[in-house]
């Protein structure tokens, strides 16, 4: 297992690490040649290392990968010296080495990564002078993968503000409530997601801005077109200023608003850097040349999966990335054609759906060299059928959380297909990853327990929830309540959840919350929400339910009227009505592992699919 060591004390490097940008500038030195420092570290390096002296070669001889430590809210970590401080430096830094290569396609448009940095600005200045956006406040984003979803999450970075990019499936109750929580001041929105909001506007004391279809007062070009200049924005942001609230489901009802700092995205995004030039260590040059990279976004840009892991790590290496409007296998296929996709990362549903549409329709997809899955974890059937349906392409998979900003363990190539069951091993450099008991002491190797992980990349805080906060970040450890074990060779393996919470397709959807729309039905005495194992998605949404003596309720009816309170993929799609009160335990409580045990096995308690 690869870990970062317990640091000594420090006094706080991001004073340090932010004069080395000069605020809305141009930055000369170490990183500026990004690209030859790497080729040359890479030229240094002996043959034939393993992970571990790759990452101690690059930590040493390579300025970008330069470690150091810092105090961070009381708490020491181990961090990347030269990491650009905050997202505005690391889109700088970008446009600096690849202006002109292609950085955004959508359909028939395209940006360079010149002209990227150019409307990203002009938004940015345009917030500040004509909506009055000042450093520090929130600004919500409602809409699928439209182009202006990125260059507004960069627009608001580089002027200090924070992101919120907001759930495009949440119903309108569940999107007034973010809004709520969250203090938004200014919210984009394309149609769908516009007509959701405005109800709430006037109470919430919103600026509600059109986007793409939609129809406002206000509205996306003419904000960004209104702007002074495209110059960087002339606003000192720290290291450690808030970056993003991105909102999780969580046990306890309502999403979470986990808060991610502008060092913890970097934190991962550069870790995800150091991990690519140590793979190219281990395995060696490759004998052609290889090609330029360009990724493909085919999941929603308001998940770290999409926007961390690959738009945010692509971005950071020159990738041209690809936004997929919404998912559909064929179109896929026709964009990582045209665009030579040379990678593809979507939930493992997706991953299979590309497969079986590639086989179908006779197409090898040359261009791929890399098929990714997270969000939720691939059956293992099915890493040997995508390895034997690409031959020659690298199937990975990796575990992350929101709340470590996407970075954590992956697994990729025939490690994988031999231990598909496996999440693999922590990225390098700066995570500590452990097992441990119920009183927090480390496991050894083969005995489950709670996965824990101690980073810089790990959020702030839920945003206005002390309680949960302080119930999962504990010295700098984030408790993540995943049980896991790790084998003798140090692969990790993830044994269940300790929270209630079914991941469908890469969803995350808190039982409570699904219950407590159920238990909105007047005809409804009791409902007991659990996962039901589905071969497309992993996970789909099971409920028991008991109605009220005389209740007579259809399974289209509850639907129906769930979709008034929730989104569409958290409403059931089976359903058991009992007869009498739902199972339970020496306490008194619903025993939901009993419920479901007995919900899948008996096949005369009425079940029917739903959607």
């Known amino acids: 297992m690869m870990s970062a060591r317990t640091l000594g004390c420090l006094t706080n490097v991001s004073l340090a690490l932010s004069s080395r940008w000069q605020t809305g500038g141009t930055r000369t030195g170490v990183l500026d040649n990004m690209s ?9 390096a002996p043959p034939g290392m393993t992970p571990e002296q790759a990452v101690a070669h690059l930590t040493s001889t390579d300025p970008r990968f330069e470690m150091a430590e810092a105090d961070i809210r009381g708490v020491r970590y181990r961090v990347f010296r030269n990491a650009p401080p905050h997202m505005r430096a690391l889109l700088q830094t970008s446009a600096r080495a690849h202006g002109e290569k292609p950085a955004l396609v959508y359909q028939d448009e395209r940006w360079t990564y010149a002209e990227f940095c150019s409307e990203v600005n002009r ?81 919430l004391g919103i600026k509600l801005i059109a986007v793409r279809d939609a129809q406002g007062s206000r509205n996306y070009a003419d904000l960004r077109d209104s702007a002074a200049g495209d110059d960087w924005p002339n606003v000192p942001i720290e290291a450690d200023d808030d970056f993003a609230i991105l909102y999780s489901s969580g046990s306890t009802g309502h999403p979470k608003g986990v808060v991610l700092t502008h060092r913890s995205t970097v934190s991962a995004v550069h870790s995800w850097t150091l991990a690519r030039a140590v793979s190219m260590l281990v395995t060696g040059p490759p004998a052609l040349a290889p090609r330029s990279p360009s990724w493909m976004v085919a999941t929603p840009l308001f998940h770290v999966t999409a926007l961390q892991s690959v738009f945010l790590q692509g971005l950071a290496i020159g990738a041209k990335m690809s936004l997929l409007y919404k998912w559909d296998p064929e179109q896929a296929i026709r964009v990582i054609q045209a665009e030579e996709v040379t990678r593809f990362s979507g939930v493992p549903t997706q991953s299979a759906e590309l497969m079986d549409a590639a086989q179908r329709l006779q197409i090898s997809l040359a261009s791929l060299e890399n098929i990714g899955a997270g969000g939720a974890k691939a059956p293992a059937a099915q890493v040997g059928r995508l390895a034997k349906a690409f031959p020659g392409k690298v199937v990975a998979a990796g575990w992350g959380m929101t709340e470590t900003n996407a970075l954590g363990i992956t697994i990729a190539g025939p490690e994988y297909v ?21 009183d927090g002491n480390a496991l050894p190797a083969g005995e489950v327990g709670e996965l824990i992980v101690r980073s810089p990349a790990n959020m702030r805080c839920y945003l206005n929830q002390p309680d949960a906060t302080a119930a999962v970040l504990r010295d700098g450890w984030l408790y ?33 919350d699904v219950e407590g729309a159920l238990h909105r039905h007047p005809g409804v005495a009791e409902a007991c929400v659990f996962s039901v194992p589905d071969q497309r998605l992993g996970e789909i949404v099971g409920a028991g339910v008991q109605l ?21 993929f958290k409403i059931p799609e089976r359903i058991w009505f009992w007869p009498d009160s739902l199972p339970r335990g020496a306490t008194g409580k619903l025993d939901r592992r009993a419920l479901r045990k007995e919900c899948l096995e008996r096949d005369d308690v009425a079940a029917t699919e739903v959607i």
Not at 128 to 137: C, K, N, Q, S
Not at 153 to 166: D, K
Not at 195 to 202: M, S
């Open 36 to 44: 030859q420092s790497g080729i040359q570290g890479l030229q240094k």
């Open 123 to 203: 938004l940015a200045n345009a917030m500040v002078d004509t909506l009055g956006v000042r450093p520090g406040d929130r600004v919500g984003l409602a809409m699928r993968n439209y182009p202006e979803l990125p260059i507004l999450i960069f627009a608001v970075a580089a002027m200090g503000g924070v992101v919120v990019p907001l759930n495009s499936w949440w119903s309108e109750a569940e999107l007034a409530y973010a809004l709520e929580d969250c203090g938004a001041k200014v919210v984009f929105a394309d149609e769908p997601r516009y007509q959701r909001i405005q109800p709430c506007v006037a109470s």
């Open 418 to 438: 031999e231990n598909p069951e496996s999440i693999g091993r922590p990225t390098p450099a700066l995570q500590e990853i452990r097992v441990v008991d119920a």
């Open 480 to 512: 993540t309540g995943d049980l896991a074990r790790v084998d003798k060779t140090g692969l990790f393996y993830i044994v269940d959840r300790m929270k209630n919470i079914i991941i469908r397709g890469g969803e995350n959807i808190s039982c409570l």
């Open 548 to 568: 009220r003596p005389g209740a007579d309720v259809t399974v289209a009816e509850l639907a129906e009227f769930l979709a008034e309170h929730i989104a569409q």
